[in-house]
């Protein structure tokens, strides 16, 4: 029925944009284990890669489309047909470090063509994968980060600052073709994903593999400062299964913050890393390493995702320990090695 | 000297991008007062105009350069021997909310276009004028807005959001060009800015003129809500000084903010249109207009300018009521009646 925002996933068609991804994949996967009729994995493989999807590319409902999103005869072919689209396509902040010019094509460019090829396929519903960089870096991000917290940024380097206000401008964009031509989406505020799959690219998540990396060769893994600055990580899982909700929900026009169960600090995470290791040397602790970005918030604080479960019903469910259980179970079987 | 961030500008050459407009006649007329050799304007005269350069078009050492800031080369010509260059091009909330990809465009690529020709021409220094949308709208915005102030959005139109973040956005870009190659910047965070050639672009500068045409044609002066709303205007003259200061100061790899000498509340502002029209009716309190984008604060605020005297050594120095005299002087002049 037009314009109901509820896309059910059964027997219907969905692109995902930056599919060949940890993000991407898991939610492949997600959605054709929910009956989709048919998953379009849409990546130019600049950051996507074959790893990422080689457990999927076999599957008969999913079919991989080369292209770029800032090709809009590409997006138009590939979102042709399709009830929803999640746009995950992102330069993150280390590669938004390297080549800024690439970043904010793809981060803000890649989101209104691919919010034009919807227009114009008549797209039910955008699914719009944003960040909690939103509300930026540094000594201001503390307490509970809700919906309405604002973006910090003293501090934090240029490349962070360009990540999070691109995404604030993708939330804005999406907004704007509600208002302007009723297209129903749902932004997730997706905090620091992992799991398995992993990649290496994104700063935090990252420091799980390398954490692990380093107990597994005996040596004495690295905690920058004194450990008690806070991370809030979310289970790739968890997140797959945000996407699919977002596009079954009611809801529209409306952002909310999908975060794990809880908040961890980083001298936790590294002794949950080492433990599930099976044991290694104690955490050195150390300063910031020069030349390497690095992102830091103030204090503790925490990604409150209550407004997730109103909007589309979703609560995560695996917590640190379990998520850490899974990734690593990953990385010691042959794919994982195979990744590595 | 190389890497002395203090450009003279006496015997100097300056590009203004985006020059035909109301910050850049004035500040070219700053600049070639003060000795510059040589002021170039650029300007693709989509919003700039003929008018706002009328009285300066004939000066010897002034150059009019039609060009456009989505074009390097016309960027690379213009900005050829320049010393300084003032990156102005932008576009503003209500031509963003017509045009967003036009605005994006223009106030992130022309940024990065700007800075990437100074690059290559070796400009000593670039002004940067972003503005305080960086602290964004609603009822976050209030108290004193400083140079760390974060960025509110909650409750504001698309439109200005995209405005703000595009601005934090030609921010980073000078400060990664600082890191990256050593590229001098001072970046002013412009008020609203308000005088003589005055045009109707800008939704807040709008207002007065607005509110003074209504007065002259015995209208009642309208006032949007309680007329408590703060508006914090900046003086042409006093912004033209700024620019001037922030190429001959020994500041670089800052942002500060530019604001005139006091905040006035929109009651106020229409009482002082009014007195200054020489009389009129009482103002009538009204409610918003649907399909107008209004840029909405929540209370009071003032935005706090003593970082610019730190900086740059800049202070404003006209208050509102001699402003919005000039102002007013300007429009029952010949050139103010022909530009109306």
């Known amino acids: 029925m037009p314009g109901n925002p509820a896309v059910p996933v059964a027997g219907n068609r969905f692109c995902i944009v930056g599919g060949a991804s940890l993000v991407g994949s898991a939610t492949a996967g997600e959605l054709l284990d929910h009956g989709a009729a048919e998953v379009v994995l849409f990546d130019n ?16 409902r999913l079919r991989l489309v080369r292209g770029d999103v800032m ?30 010019w690439g970043g904010l094509d793809v981060n803000i460019r890649g989101v209104q063509n691919a919010l034009e090829a ?11 994968a944003s960040s909690n960089a939103v509300y930026g870096y540094g000594p201001g991000v503390s307490g509970d980060l809700v919906e309405g917290t604002p973006f910090h940024s003293v501090g934090a380097p240029p490349a962070a600052i360009l990540y999070g206000a691109s995404k ?6 999406c907004r704007d073709a509600f208002r ?7 932004i997730l505020r997706y905090s620091t994903v992992y799991g398995e799959r992993q990649h290496y690219r994104a700063a935090n998540a990252l420091y799980i593999i390398e954490t692990y990396d380093a107990v597994r060769r005996g040596e004495a893994p690295k905690v920058f400062g004194d450990g008690s600055e806070t991370k809030h990580f979310v289970y790739v ?35 949950l890393v080492t433990e599930l290791a099976g044991g290694g040397p104690e955490p050195i602790f150390v300063g910031n ?8 918030s103030g204090g503790a604080f925490r990604i409150a995702h209550e407004e997730a479960f109103r909007a589309i019903g979703w609560t995560p469910e695996v917590d640190m320990k379990e998520g850490l259980r899974r990734l690593i179970a990953w990385r010691e079987s042959n794919e994982g090695r195979a990744a590595a």
């Open 237 to 271: 899982g968890d997140l797959a299964r945000a996407n699919r909700m977002a596009f079954e929900s009611q809801a529209t026009d409306v952002a909310v913050n999908t975060s794990g169960p809880a908040p961890i600090t980083t001298l936790e995470l590294v002794r």
């Open 289 to 296: 390493e020069p030349g390497k970005v690095r992102l830091t």
């Open 71 to 100: 090709r809009m005869a590409n997006l138009l072919r590939a979102t042709e047909g399709m009830a929803g689209v999640l746009q995950l396509a992102a330069y993150m902040t280390l590669s938004m470090d390297r080549d800024p």
């Open 118 to 128: 919807c227009r114009a396929n008549k797209v039910q519903k955008v699914v719009f």
């Open 168 to 173: 604030i401008i993708g939330e804005q964009l």
């Open 180 to 186: 302007k031509w009723g297209q129903d989406y749902v």
């Open 45 to 60: 493989f600049a950051f996507g890669s074959d790893a990422a999807i080689a457990h999927l590319k076999d599957h008969p």
